[in-house]
C-alpha cells in the first residue's frame, strides 16, 4: 500500500513521489530547522555546507527545488546558482542574511525565483516552496496546453506556448518567476495591479509581507525589458505600459 503523509498545512503527499529539496547553508541551526520543517511538509532533503558541495550535490541528487544561502565556503550562492542552473533549470529560494537589495537583484539576475531574508518564520519558507513547486507544474501543463499565439504591445512580444519574452525582436532571459509576472501585467495593459494583487496572482502568497519582494522582481524585470515599460503608481502597485495607438 502507498504511503502518504499530511503536512503541516493540511496537503497529503505521497511517498513515492517526493519533491526533492536540496538546501546549501553553513550554518548547521539553519540547516537543521529548514531539514526538520521541509521533511514534516513531506519533502525529501538533502544537504550541503558549501558551494562546491553544493554544485556537486545538485548534479548527483536532481533536487526539485534549491534553497541557497548567498554567503557561502568556497565560493557563494551566486555562483552555485549559475552553475546548476547551466546543468538544468530548477528552481532557486535564495537566502540573505543583508537585507541589500542590491544582493537580491543579483540573484534574481543569475537565476534565482525568489529570496527570504533572514531571520524568516519556517512557515513562511515552506509556503514559498510550495508556491515555487506549482509554479513549476502550472508551466509544465501550460507547455502541454499552451495559448495560441502571441500577444504584441509595440516592441515587446510575449510568446506564451514557449514561454519566450523578446524585445525589438531580440530574446529576453527572464526567471519563471519574472515571466509570470510579466504576463500578470500584460493580461491587462495600463491597468495598475497593487502589490497585493502581485503577490496573489504571481506568488500565491495571501498576505503583505512579501511586497518587497514584488519591488526586487520589478526592478529585476525593468532591467531586462526596459524600465519604461512598467509604471510605478506610488502607494498603489505597478502598470505595463503600451504604445498610444
Known sequence: MEQTHT??????AATGAQRRVLVVEDDPTIVE???ARLRAEGFLVQTAADGPAG???????QPDLLILDIMLPGFDGLEVCRRVQAQRPVPVLMLTA????TDMLVGLGVGADDYMTKPFSMRELAARVHVLLRRVERAALAATTP????LRLGELEIDHAQRRVRVRSEDVHLTPTEFDLLVCLANTP???????QLLAEVWDWADASGTRTVDSHIKALRRKIGAERIRTVHGVGYALETPTP
Open 190 to 196: 495600463r491597468a495598475v495591479l497593487s502589490r497585493e
Open 55 to 61: 554544485v556537486d550535490t545538485a548534479e548527483a541528487w
Open 7 to 12: 503536512s503541516h498545512n493540511g496537503t497529503t
Open 33 to 35: 530547522a529548514i531539514s
Open 98 to 101: 543583508r537585507d541589500d537589495e
Open 147 to 150: 495559448r495560441s499565439g502571441i
